[in-house]
């Protein structure tokens, strides 16, 4: 039968039984125990009445004052008193029945007799006044007797009560015991051999539930986790097997995901780097085919960039691909990774995918800074779905591609910039040195076919000198812009390009140079090294030209703002003169200087020498200013 009052509440009920059991029994012994204290004390005081007959009738016979048997007397009334009414405070109080109280009455009749004997100042003779005294005894002790048989009662009484108290105490242990058994340690005995079964996989294991209290609860709560691990085991393998299956794919993917990005990161020709990564996605994909196409700027068209296992007339056809022919191609607005079904119906112009046998196709968009650039195209002969977990990869896939690609493109056209950067400095160095040298010269040559058409001697020996002369120079600028384009700025320092202009110009000039670095800081960027060597050969070619000195120096003043210092001891010359040779090389100084956002100041005397000094700015402003253009631009 089941049980269905709580653990709890069964324990609260035995409790309280033998709490209620336990009180009652201390308090009869309690009660029985205050009876005879009582009791001793009435038997102590009824002895004490005996001393004080005694003590009454030794003084009367030795005819002592009267005051002094009257004193004797009245606590003798006392006692009586006492004993009729008890005393509370003592305690003290007779136990009193009918015996006990026939007894105190004759005690009580008999004093009154006595009493007035004792006042008399005995009257009687000596032998009837002992004889009354001890008549007067006997009723005492026949009055202490009785409640001696009393106390022996109440003593009897004590002890079944003390009987009863320890067989509850026997009683109450053993009920506990029976208890906690039946209760508490039973139900946890079954509840941990079911435990020590489950631990050793036999979840086929239940336990009797007897009761609805907790133990009945927690036994109904063991039996359904084990029926639930029992199912759970049962399709553990299952479920591992499952497991292992998508844990083998996602390491799969990661794989190719890695092999892919180490392609792309490790290619630098773009044919190399779409073919590749086409051939490496539709292996891994196992699609029947894929291509690549490309839109850029244009999304009504876009370009076949590569492909693989594509037929070869599909490839001619769809080499350039509008938008709309065929299932290929989103707009940008609705540009998502769909799984795309080939119909042979499809109202689209172009009907090769149909043709060939393909009805599934999955798209997947291109995309970087939120912009489509082109579009990934998988073709399959059977019918294909997309994963969750493959539409991730695919969109991974693809963004690392976009990446690639704008990689390669800004590598392009970085090398284009600076390609045409190095032609238009050739431009300007050749129209500010060598065209201006020639200009000179063709003028020369002019006045040379005047003065001998005339026959003048001396205007000839005059041209001629002159065109010699600026012959020279023109050779001079030559091997000077020479030196200019062979020497480059260092990737670490611009220092070793200075000592290296400086030894090429003691060579060609015999001047004797000196360099002198101050401070220390880090490495100008490269395109501003570039510049600033620039600036300082144009210095050293003003000094070649124009100063007549013996001597340069070069001061390098390296800090969070760079500072550079051309010093010569020539002939100097005025600020505010028009030489139209020098105006055109200081122009050419700050013009460069300009581009990277740099001052070139010029302190000179005649007399004096002349200090150009290049103040380099803290921050340098970015010199490619050049904006990409789309790939489809560079392949076309």
Not at 40 to 60: C, F, K, P, Y
Not at 571 to 595: C, H, N, P, T, Y
Request: with cysteine.
């Amino acid at each position: 039968m089941k049980h269905t009052a709580s653990l709890s509440a069964k324990l609260v009920r035995i409790g309280a039984g033998l709490l209620v059991v336990v009180l009652i029994s201390i308090g009869l012994t309690l009660w029985v125990t205050w009876k005879l204290s009582g009791g001793a004390a009435a038997l102590n005081e009824a002895g004490r009445m005996r001393m004080q007959t005694w003590r009454l009738t030794s003084e009367v016979q030795a005819q002592l004052p009267a005051t002094e048997i009257e004193k004797l007397t009245r606590e003798f009334d006392r006692s009586m008193l006492v004993l009729k009414n008890g005393d509370a405070t003592r305690p003290l109080f007779v136990p009193w029945n009918d015996v006990v109280h026939q007894r105190y009455s004759e005690v009580e009749d008999l004093w009154h007799n006595q009493k007035s004997l004792f006042m008399s100042q005995p009257s009687l003779n000596h032998a009837s006044f002992v004889q009354h005294a001890n008549t007067f005894l006997v009723a005492i002790d026949s009055f202490v007797l009785s409640i001696e048989d009393q106390m022996t009662g109440l003593t009897a009484i004590l002890n079944l009560f003390q009987f009863v108290m320890m067989a509850l105490a026997i009683g109450g242990a053993v009920i506990m015991l029976y208890t906690g058994y039946m209760y508490v340690i039973n139900p946890l005995s079954h509840l941990r051999d079911g435990l020590h079964k489950i631990e050793s996989a036999k979840f086929s294991v239940r336990v009797d539930v007897s009761s609805n209290d907790e133990f009945g609860q927690v036994a109904s709560s063991f039996n359904r986790m084990a029926a639930t691990l029992q199912s759970l085991y049962g399709n553990l393998e299952g479920q591992v097997a499952a497991k292992t299956q998508r844990i083998a794919a996602q390491k799969e993917r990661l794989e190719a995901l890695y092999a892919v990005s180490v392609f792309l990161a490790q290619t630098n020709d773009l044919t190399e780097l779409t073919q590749g990564f086409v051939q490496r996605v539709r292996r891994m994909m196992r699609a029947d085919a894929m291509a690549l196409r490309w839109s850029g700027e244009d999304p009504s068209k876009s370009l076949l960039l590569a492909s693989d296992e594509f037929p070869e007339f599909m490839q001619e056809e769809e080499k350039c691909l509008v938008a709309g022919a065929c299932a290929c191609g989103q707009p940008q607005s609705n540009a998502r990774t769909r799984v795309i079904p080939i119909m042979s119906s499809d109202v689209a112009p172009l009907q090769h995918c149909s043709r060939m046998g393909y009805v599934g196709m999955i798209s997947v968009p291109v995309r970087m800074h939120n912009k489509v650039l082109g579009e990934i195209n998988l073709f399959y002969k059977s019918q294909v779905s997309l994963p969750a977990e493959e539409l991730d990869l695919m969109d991974t896939l693809a963004s690392h591609l976009a990446t690639a690609v704008e990689g390669l493109r800004a590598v392009v056209l970085d090398r284009e910039a600076a390609i045409s950067g190095e032609r238009a400095l050739l431009a300007r160095e050749l129209h500010d040195s060598i065209a201006q040298s020639l200009s000179f010269l063709k003028i020369q040559v002019q006045l040379l076919r005047t003065a001998m058409a005339k026959k003048d001697a001396d205007k000839t020996t005059m041209v001629l000198g002159e065109l010699d002369s600026g012959l020279k120079d023109s050779i001079a600028d030559v091997r000077e812009l020479l030196v200019h384009f062979r020497t480059r700025a260092q990737a670490d320092d611009i220092d070793l390009a200075v000592r290296e202009t400086l030894q090429k110009f003691q060579h060609q000039t015999g001047l004797k140079v000196s360099r002198r670095v101050i401070g220390e800081s880090l490495p100008l960027p490269q395109d501003v090294q570039i510049h600033v060597l620039h600036v300082l050969q144009e210095a050293l070619s003003n000094v070649r030209k124009h100063a007549g000195a013996r001597g340069v120096e070069i001061e390098i003043h390296k800090g969070e703002s760079w500072r550079f210092v051309v010093r010569d001891d020539g002939a100097g010359f005025d600020e505010g003169s028009q030489q139209s040779e020098l105006q055109v090389g200081l122009k050419i100084m700050r013009e460069r200087a300009q581009q990277i956002g740099a001052k070139v100041t010029v302190d000179s005397a005649i007399g004096q020498g002349t200090v150009v000094t290049l103040q380099v700015p803290t921050l340098q402003p970015s010199l490619s200013k050049t904006k990409p253009t789309e790939i489809l631009s560079s392949l076309g």
